[in-house]
C-alpha cells in the first residue's frame, strides 16, 4: 500500500505573552502607563486596557467571569461552535438593545474631585474639602466601586463571596477574612487565535491582524453596535461614549512592529513579562477549540503550537510568507520556552473556547512559608511536590482559573517550578547536584537551570524576543493604517455633538464601480437627526 506522507501544515505566527504571578507585586504600575498612554482621552474615563486584580476578587468588570449572565466567548451547540451571545438573528435583533451589556456600574462611576474649593476657598475657621465628582457628568458623586476595587483583599468576604470562581468552589474554600489567600493576576486582551469578538461584530470593525495576530479595532468601520463587548467573555472591549467606538488593547502595536516590548511589559516593576513568536497551525485551532471536554481545551491548544526547532515546521512557516527573522525569533522565543519547553505557563479560562494567548505562571510562593510555619524545610523536594496539593492557595482555585477545572496540569506546572528551587538551592549551598530532582519533573539539568535562568534572571533581550514587523501576503492591508485613537478629527473619530450622540460621517459613500450607491448615506453610522444628504436617492432627471 502506498504510504501517506504527513501533511504540510500551514504556518502562522503570533505575539504572545507570559506573565509569571510570583512575581506580581500589586503596584498598578504596568496599569498606570498603560492608562496614561492609550486611555488618558475624554470618553475612556473608565476603561483600563491593562488593570491588575487581587485574587480572590470579583474582577474587573465586576463578575466578568460569570458567562451564565454575560454570555461572553464560545460553547458548543450539537457538537458545533457558536458565540453564546446567540447567532446572527438573535443578535440582530438585539443590537439596538442588548440586555447583556455591562452598565457602567458594573465597570465603576469614574470620578475626579473638586479641586477647585480648595485652590479658591476664602479663609475661614472650617477646613474646605474637594468632594468627588462624576467625570462622565460632572455631578456629585459616591465612590462605590472602582477598577481595583477588591485590592489586596479591602473589600472583605462579602465581596470574594461574589467571586465567580470562588464560588464554584465555597464549600472546599474558608473565606475567614483573616487566613484568606490572595495572589495578583495582571489583566489585557488575549489577542486570542480564536476570537469571540470578532465573530460578533456586526460591522467587521474587530479584526486579528495576519503577521502577528494582534487584535485591533477599525475605527473607519466601526458602528458602536457593542456586541463585542458581550462577546468578549473577558470584557476586555470597551466603548468610547465620546466618539461612539469600540476600543481595546492594541499589544502596543507601534512598539511591537518597531521591536519593541508594550508599555506594560516595559514599565513592569516585578520584570515579570514575557513577550515572544509563537508559531501555530490555523487549520488546528477551530477542531482544537471544538474540544467536547472542557478539561482537554489545554492540552487541545498545545498541539496547535509548531516546533520552531522542527526543519519541517521551519520550510513550512517560510513557504507560508513568514521571514527568516521571524522563524529565528520563535526558536529564541520565552512564550514557546515556558508555554511549550517546560510548561509551566497556562491559558486563563480556556473554556470560554476563544483560544487564549496571553498565558500565566501560576504562584508557588504560598507553599514554602506554610511549610517553614510547620517547622518543615519549605525547599526540601519531598517536602515541597507533597504539599502541592495542600497549597494555601487551592490546587482547584488555580485549575478553574488556568485549567478548566482539571488540577493536573496546574500540579505539574507547580512541581517543575518547586523542583527549579529545589535543584538550585542545592546549587547555591554547594550541595552536590541530584538530577532525580530533575527527571522527576520530566527535565535534565541543563533544562532546570535555564528555565532557572528564564524566571530569575533573564535579561531584557531574553525576556523580549521581538523582531520587527513585516506585511503579510502582497499588497498589506489598508485597515492597519485606520486605528488611530488619539484625539478628534483622526480616523473613525466623529464630531461630537455634546449631547451623548454623535453626528452622521460624511454624507456620500465612495462611489464604487457599478455600485449603484454614490452619493447614498451609510446608514449604519447615521445618528436619526436631521436630514443629511444622501439620506433620500436624488431624482432622475426628467422624471415627475
Known amino acids: 500500500m502506498p504510504r501517506h506522507r504527513p501533511r504540510t501544515p500551514r504556518v502562522m505566527a503570533q505575539i ?9 507585586i500589586g503596584c498598578h504600575t504596568c496599569s498606570v502607563t498603560c492608562k496614561q498612554t492609550w486611555t488618558n482621552r475624554s470618553g475612556t474615563e473608565y476603561v483600563w486596557f491593562n488593570n491588575v486584580e487581587t485574587r480572590p476578587g470579583q474582577g474587573y468588570p465586576r463578575g466578568y467571569e460569570d458567562q451564565d449572565t454575560w454570555k461572553g466567548g464560545w460553547h458548543l451547540k450539537a457538537g458545533r461552535l457558536v458565540p453564546r451571545a ?15 451589556l455591562p452598565r457602567l456600574d458594573d465597570y465603576y462611576q469614574p470620578w475626579t474631585y473638586d479641586y477647585d474649593t480648595l485652590t479658591t476657598a476664602p479663609l475661614g475657621d472650617d477646613v474646605p474639602t474637594a468632594p468627588p465628582r462624576s467625570l462622565i457628568d460632572g455631578r456629585p458623586t459616591a465612590i462605590t466601586w472602582g477598577p481595583n476595587w477588591d485590592d489586596d483583599l479591602g ?27 490572595m495572589f495578583y493576576l495582571p489583566r489585557i486582551c488575549e489577542h486570542c487565535l480564536n476570537p469571540s469578538c470578532v465573530a460578533v ?20 468601520r466601526c458602528r458602536g453596535w457593542r456586541m463585542c463587548v458581550s462577546g468578549c467573555p473577558y470584557k476586555k472591549v470597551y466603548f468610547n461614549h465620546r466618539s461612539g467606538k469600540a476600543e481595546k488593547c492594541t499589544l502596543c502595536y507601534p512598539r511591537i512592529e518597531a521591536g519593541e516590548p508594550t508599555v506594560c511589559s516595559e514599565t513592569c516593576v516585578g520584570r515579570l513579562r514575557y513577550l515572544g513568536v509563537m508559531l501555530y497551525d490555523p487549520d ?28 519541517d515546521v521551519a520550510r513550512a512557516a517560510a513557504d507560508s510568507g513568514i521571514p527568516h527573522d521571524w522563524i529565528e525569533a520563535a526558536r529564541r522565543s520565552p512564550a514557546h520556552a515556558l508555554i511549550s519547553r517546560y510548561r509551566v505557563a497556562l491559558p486563563l479560562h480556556p473554556e470560554y473556547r476563544t483560544m487564549p494567548m496571553v498565558w500565566y505562571v501560576p504562584p508557588l510562593s504560598p507553599v514554602v512559608e506554610a511549610l517553614t510555619a510547620t517547622g518543615h524545610d519549605g525547599e526540601d523536594p519531598v517536602n515541597l511536590f507533597g504539599a ?19 488540577p493536573g496540569p496546574v500540579e505539574a506546572a507547580l512541581c517543575r517550578l518547586a523542583a527549579m528551587r529545589s535543584h538550585m538551592r542545592r546549587i547555591n549551598l554547594g550541595e552536590e547536584r541530584d538530577p532525580a530532582i530533575a527527571a522527576a519533573v520530566g527535565l535534565d539539568q541543563d533544562g532546570i537551570e535555564a528555565m532557572y535562568r528564564l524566571l530569575a534572571l533573564a535579561k531584557y533581550e531574553e525576556r523580549y524576543v521581538i523582531p520587527t514587523s513585516y506585511t503579510a501576503g502582497s499588497g498589506g492591508d489598508a485597515r492597519t493604517d485606520s486605528c488611530s485613537l488619539d484625539g478628534d478629527g483622526l480616523p473613525g473619530m466623529m464630531p461630537y455633538d455634546g449631547t451623548g450622540g454623535f453626528h452622521a460621517p460624511p454624507a456620500a459613500e465612495p462611489a464604487g464601480a457599478g455600485s449603484g450607491l454614490a452619493g447614498r448615506l451609510n446608514l449604519l453610522g447615521w445618528n ?13 432627471e426628467g422624471s415627475r
Open 155 to 181: 473589600g472583605g468576604p462579602e465581596h470574594l463571596a461574589g467571586d465567580p470562581v470562588l464560588a464554584k468552589m465555597s464549600e472546599r474554600v474558608r473565606l475567614e477574612y483573616e487566613q484568606a489567600f
Open 284 to 311: 488546528k485551532v477551530g477542531e482544537a477549540a471544538a474540544t467536547p471536554d472542557e478539561k482537554g481545551l489545554y492540552e487541545a491548544q498545545l498541539g496547535c503550537f509548531l516546533d520552531p526547532e522542527d526543519p
Open 201 to 220: 461584530c456586526p460591522s467587521g470593525a474587530m479584526y486579528k491582524r495576519i503577521e502577528d495576530g494582534i487584535v485591533l479595532v477599525d475605527q473607519d
Open 86 to 100: 446567540g447567532g446572527r438573528a438573535r443578535r440582530l435583533a438585539r443590537l439596538f438593545a442588548n440586555p447583556e
Open 16 to 24: 504572545a505573552m507570559v506573565m509569571n504571578l510570583d512575581k506580581c
Open 388 to 406: 502541592i496539593d495542600s497549597l494555601r492557595i487551592p490546587l482547584g482555585y488555580l485549575a478553574e482559573l488556568f485549567t478548566a477545572g482539571d
Open 528 to 540: 436619526g437627526r436631521g436630514r443629511p444628504a444622501g439620506l433620500f436617492p436624488k431624482r432622475d
